[in-house]
């Protein structure tokens, strides 16, 4: 069965530009949620989706947002990017929060 | 609010030796219990997770952990190391205050020398 599946796995953008993420989650899965890790700050929590509806947002500037979709797949957005948002974003699914979760492979953004 | 304390940042041991990964939560309510691995360049994996029952948890790779409530903590333990879980490690608690996140642990790196 397939996976969690990430894309892009690597990006490199400029300060100021936006950035889209997409995840795929396995099938069967409702729950999506997002990860920012960094070496500084470990595992920070951005946000759950569970059927299209945000459930918890963690505590992150209005820059960092996302949506799922009808079919699970979610997206996150950062818009006027800066140095630190540079991190491996990680999304994971799950059939809910007792199941624990399953994660794709991440993106890593660099920003320049 | 839930929390999540590993006591050791990194952890030498030598293959075939025993180890053991702390961790320690804070909340006020049932919580579920999780310990995550990560290898280089990968997203992490579920390693085994306490929801309920009996204290001794078993999970994959012949690890296993034990839930003590007394002590809020839920450590991590393999009786005999390869150099393959030379990996980090993180400690994970979900449900209760938290709602629907997970909040991790700054994870445990364990070093398995030759």
């Known amino acids: 069965k397939a996976g969690v599946t990430q894309t892009p796995r690597y990006l490199i953008k400029t300060r100021g530009q936006q950035v889209t993420l997409s995840c795929s989650p396995i099938s069967g899965h409702r729950s999506v949620s997002w990860y920012q890790q960094t070496p500084g700050q470990g595992l920070q929590f951005l946000f759950e989706?569970?059927?299209?509806?945000?459930?918890n947002k963690g505590n992150f500037p209005g820059r960092f947002s996302g949506r799922q979709f009808s079919n699970s797949r979610s997206e996150m957005n950062v818009s006027t990017l800066e140095l630190g948002d540079s991190a491996l974003y990680l999304c994971a699914s799950s059939f809910g929060s007792n199941y624990g979760y399953t994660f794709g492979s991440g993106t890593r953004l660099t920003v320049v | 609010a839930q929390s999540v304390t590993q006591l050791d940042s990194q952890v030498p041991v030598f293959e075939e030796a025993p180890v053991e990964l702390r961790c320690n939560y804070s909340s006020s309510v049932s919580v579920y219990l999780f310990w995550y691995v990560q290898y280089p360049n990968q997203g992490l994996q579920l390693l085994l997770k306490y929801l309920s029952g009996s204290t001794l948890v078993k999970g994959i790779n012949g690890f296993e952990a034990e839930f003590n409530k007394s002590q809020t903590s839920f450590h991590l333990r393999k009786p005999s190391v390869h150099i393959s879980d030379t990996a980090e490690y993180f400690c994970?608690?979900?449900?209760?205050?938290?709602?629907?996140?997970?909040?991790f642990g700054a994870g445990t790196r364990l070093f398995v020398k030759a």
């Open positions: 989706y569970f059927s299209e509806t945000q459930r």
């Open positions: 994970a608690v979900g449900g209760g205050t938290g709602g629907f996140k997970t909040i």
